[in-house]
Structures are given as structure tokens and as C-alpha cells.
């Protein structure tokens, strides 16, 4: 079959709907009717905000257009308080996997697009996945995203064998023990196959809400030229039992405070439509310059570094409970600031060309093989060793969806503000193994005090036991210990 042609039956069917749930001139009229609204709006919407609870958008709407510094202030500290009272202060660590940069689509910003000739292309072979994840193990990571193109050489087979191949890999220190999926929309049968083979969070990102914006992005004559077969793409995933899903958009493609309401909508399109389970996690990329794509070093709508504070922000306060990740495309001071305005989750040690972890020590190396550049290219030692000096906890926590904590599980915990009761704990844990197998003596250091002063504070409480308990065992060689 013609592989852009593979899922014109699906096609057909999205093209019936009369709309689709993202209304362009809604949300518009929506964000024009409070253009600098009063402080007592934003005050009244920051009241609500500190229940923890999704915001509606004409709200979101009134935080988004604010531009009183004093009460942006209240929306920074706000963001970070309900950071902490759902997650508490741990910072979870990953690495992205490229496994192909092969792709059909030629999205007009992307390293990727089939028309780009500075990109010798390459797809992993289970031997050099193999390799990779040992290099990553070594590094001390043990979460991953396995990030793929749309492309025949990475159909659904060959994706389920290459987790199999990342979850298969042993070392003396350990594995990856939960491996997320970026990759193009998927049908139901496929999703299904991507459950079967135990993956954690499964990621699409629109990459923008805005229609029209979509159309001039994405070429109609490929399957990402389809808005609403990438749309619709989550509440495929939940059909097919795939229930911790990750939302995203690319920021500098449309107008930042378009897309964060395009952002809300989701999360409430999949909120009322699966019994409450909206997204599991956000990520907000900027666009950074990719090789041989013009358009990525000029974006038209391009996120100043103060609109990216604000967007963050208004996301942790408008969907409180969900995991928010920054990743290493942010220079190092951007991802230190946004830290403190609800982030929960970063990647380190990143290298995103296709076989980069195994070629190249560092970011930034293989400029013909990545999607774009890396803003923060430091190691994970060194990240980790800047996190614990900022009073958080880093965490290589896998535990939740091991142990079936996910989708309305998940939900539930999260929501009720709980599930910081198992991060905390399991952050101390995996952060002891980080220090004993990987840190150096300067990142020992540092960790071993932020580990006592996490433990006191279970002082008195029944699981202090348990934590301490563990961390013996820990320290006798036992790996993998988790609430
Ligand atoms: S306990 Fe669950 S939510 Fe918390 S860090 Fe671990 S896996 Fe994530």
C-alpha cells in the first residue's frame, strides 16, 4: 500500500465530523474579551487556582492576558506552591532515544522533513539500540522517550521490537526501567500492539492548535497534513487501554496564548470524554534552529524568554495535577527559572542525534543528525548536582506505572494532592542508587545532604521506617526498591 495512503479509511471518517472540538474563533474571542483584566479578576482566578483544580478557559484566558507585574508575581509564586503540593519538590530526570530520523512528512520546521538534504538520514539497528541504551544506562539514566520519524522503516513492528530491545538491555548498574514513546499518530490496532510491549507515557504533540497554521506547516499530501487523525490521536490511545498520555505543542509556530488555550481544550476534550484522565504530562518546546531549515531560525511567532515564564505558569495553575516537562532544547537559565514556576520534569545528558549517546560525550556534536540544537548541553551529573543545590530532589522514579498507578489511578492520586506521598520516598531511593553507581564526589556530596534533610522531614511518620530501612538496603546493593 501507498504508505501515505495507509490510513485514508480513518481519514474519511474525522472528515465527516462537522467540527472538531478546538475553535478557533472561540478561543480568540475568548482571550480579546479580557485583555488586561483587573487584579481582582486575576485575584479571584488565582483564589480558585489554589484548590488545585483544572481552570475553565475563560479563566485561563484572564491569567494568560495579564500583564500587571505584581499579580504575575502571584501567578509565579502560586504555580510553584501547587508544584510542590502535588509532587512535592522532587524533579524527575529522563533522556530521550532517537531511534530513526527518517520521516515522509515535511513539516516546514522540522530537522526531519523528507525535502531536507542536510540530514544524512538513519535508522538504529536493534545492535546500535542496544549500544545506545548501554551508554545511557552507564550514564545513570532509567527513564527514556524513544523518539521516532513517520517513516515504512519504523512501522509499528519494527517500534514494538525496538522497545523490547531498550527493556532487554542489562548492565551491572541496571536498565531503563520505563520507556515512553514520541512518535507520529498511530491507528487503534497499532496502539495496541505499543500496550502489549509495556510502554509508559505515549506522546503526540499537535504541535499547534491553530487551523490554518496547521495547514501551512504541514503539507497536505502527507499524513501529517491531517489536523484531526493527530487531534483525535489520544482518544485512539485510550480506546486501545494506553491511558498515561503526553500533550504538547511546539511554541513559536502560532501565538503562545492561542496555544495554551488549544492545550486546555485538549486536556478537557479528554477529561470529559474518559472519565477524567486528561493528560498525563505537557511538554512545551520552544523552536530552536535545526540544520538546513530556515524557517526554525526565524519563527514568526517566535516566544520571548518572559512570555515562555508566563505560559509555563498559567499551565501549572490551569491544569495543576499534571506532570509538566522542560526539556534540555532551553538554555540552562531558562530551565532554572521556569523550575521554580511548576516544571516536574527534565531531561539530562541529552544527545538527540541517532546514535549520538554511543558517537559523542556531550549535546550539540552531530549537527547533520538532529532535530534542532540542545540549549543546555551540561551532563546529567552536572544537572543533577544543580538541582539538589536548589533545594529540590532529583528523581529517577518509575514507579507509578509499574505498579499500575496510571490513567485514572493515576488520576486520582494526583488530583487529591497524594501522590507526592510516593514521589518523595522514591525520589530519596533511586537519588541513593544515582549517588552510589554514577555521582561524582561533588555530586555525592551535595546529594547525600539533600537525602538527610528529604528523610527528616518523614520524621514521626510511619513510612520513615520504610525509608530508612530501604536505604540500607540500598547501600548493601539492593536495586530498584519503590513505593
Ligand atoms: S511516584 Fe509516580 S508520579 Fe511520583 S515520581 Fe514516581 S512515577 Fe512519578
Not at 495547514?215 to 489520544?234: D, F, Q, S, V
Not at 522542560?326 to 541517532?354: H, M, W, Y
Not at 560525550?361 to 543533577?384: H, M, W, Y
Amino acid at each position: 500500500m501507498n504508505f501515505l495512503k495507509k490510513y485514508q479509511k480513518e481519514f474519511a471518517e474525522y472528515d465527516k465530523l462537522d467540527h472538531d472540538f478546538i475553535d478557533d474563533d472561540k478561543i480568540w474571542r475568548q482571550l480579546n474579551k479580557c485583555e488586561n483584566p483587573a487584579r481582582e479578576d486575576v485575584r479571584r482566578v488565582l483564589k480558585k487556582a489554589e484548590q488545585c483544580v483544572r481552570l475553565e478557559p475563560e479563566e485561563t484566558a484572564i491569567l494568560l492576558q495579564n500583564r500587571d507585574e505584581s499579580t504575575i508575581q502571584e501567578m509565579y509564586e502560586l504555580a510553584h506552591q501547587l508544584k510542590k503540593e502535588v509532587y512535592g519538590d522532587r524533579i524527575v530526570f529522563f533522556a530521550p532515544l532517537y531511534i530513526s530520523d527518517e520521516c515522509a512528512n515535511n513539516c516546514q520546521y522540522c530537522g526531519f522533513r523528507s525535502s531536507n538534504t542536510a540530514v544524512r538520514r538513519k535508522t538504529l539497528s536493534l545492535d546500535e539500540i542496544e549500544q545506545e541504551v548501554r551508554t545511557m544506562i552507564e550514564e545513570g539514566q532509567k527513564r527514556t522517550v524513544l523518539v521516532y520519524g513517520e517513516s515504512p522503516a519504523t512501522g509499528i513492528d519494527f517500534m514494538c521490537e525496538t522497545i523490547k530491545k531498550v527493556y532487554s538491555v542489562k548492565t551491572r548498574h541496571g536498565e531503563i526501567r520505563r520507556a515512553n514513546i514520541n512518535c507520529a499518530p498511530l491507528a487503534v490496532d497499532e496502539l495496541k500492539k505499543l500496550k502489549e510491549v509495556g510502554i509508559g507515557t505515549f506522546q503526540v504533540f499537535q504541535e499547534t492548535y491553530h487551523h490554518q497554521t496547521y495547514r501551512e506547516m504541514h503539507p497536505a499530501n502527507t499524513i501529517k497534513g491531517h489536523y484531526r487523525w493527530r487531534l483525535y490521536c489520544m482518544d485512539r490511545a485510550q480506546q486501545a487501554g494506553l491511558d498515561d498520555n503526553g500533550l504538547g505543542v511546539l511554541f513559536g509556530l502560532y501565538d503562545w496564548r492561542f496555544e495554551v488555550m488549544g492545550l486546555l481544550y485538549h486536556t478537557i476534550h479528554l477529561e470529559e470524554t474518559f472519565n477524567g484522565v486528561g493528560p498525563h504530562t505537557i511538554s512545551f518546546p520552544r523552536i530552536t534552529p535545526a540544520a538546513g531549515t530556515p524557517f526554525s531560525e526565524h519563527p514568526r511567532y517566535a516566544v520571548s524568554d518572559s512570555d515562555f515564564k508566563k505560559l509555563v505558569a498559567v499551565l501549572r495553575l490551569s491544569v495543576p495535577y499534571t506532570g509538566m516537562i522542560c526539556t534540555a532544547r532551553e538554555p540552562e537559565k531558562v530551565r532554572r527559572e521556569v523550575i521554580q514556576l511548576g516544571v516536574s520534569q527534565i531531561d539530562a545528558g541529552t544527545r538527540i542525534g541517532v546514535g549520538a549517546y554511543t558517537k559523542s560525550k556531550i549535546a550539540n556534536q552531530l549537527p547533520g543528525k538532529e532535530q534542532f540544537s540542545i540549549g543546555d548541553s551540561r551532563t546529567l551529573d552536572d544537572v543533577v548536582r544543580e538541582i539538589c543545590g536548589m533545594h529540590c530532589i532529583p528523581s529517577f522514579c518509575t514507579a507509578c506505572y509499574r505498579a499500575g498507578r496510571t490513567g485514572e489511578q493515576f488520576m486520582k492520586v494526583a488530583k487529591s494532592r497524594f501522590v507526592h506521598n510516593y514521589c518523595i520516598p522514591n525520589a530519596i531511593f533511586t537519588l541513593k542508587e544515582y549517588l552510589l553507581d554514577y555521582a561524582s564526589d561533588e555530586t555525592r556530596l551535595i546529594g547525600e545532604e539533600v537525602l538527610k534533610q528529604h528523610t527528616e522531614q518523614f520524621k514521626g511518620e510511619p513510612v520513615y521506617n520504610t525509608i530508612f530501612k530501604n536505604l540500607r538496603r540500598i547501600e548493601n546493593g539492593e536495586r530498584d526498591l519503590r513505593l
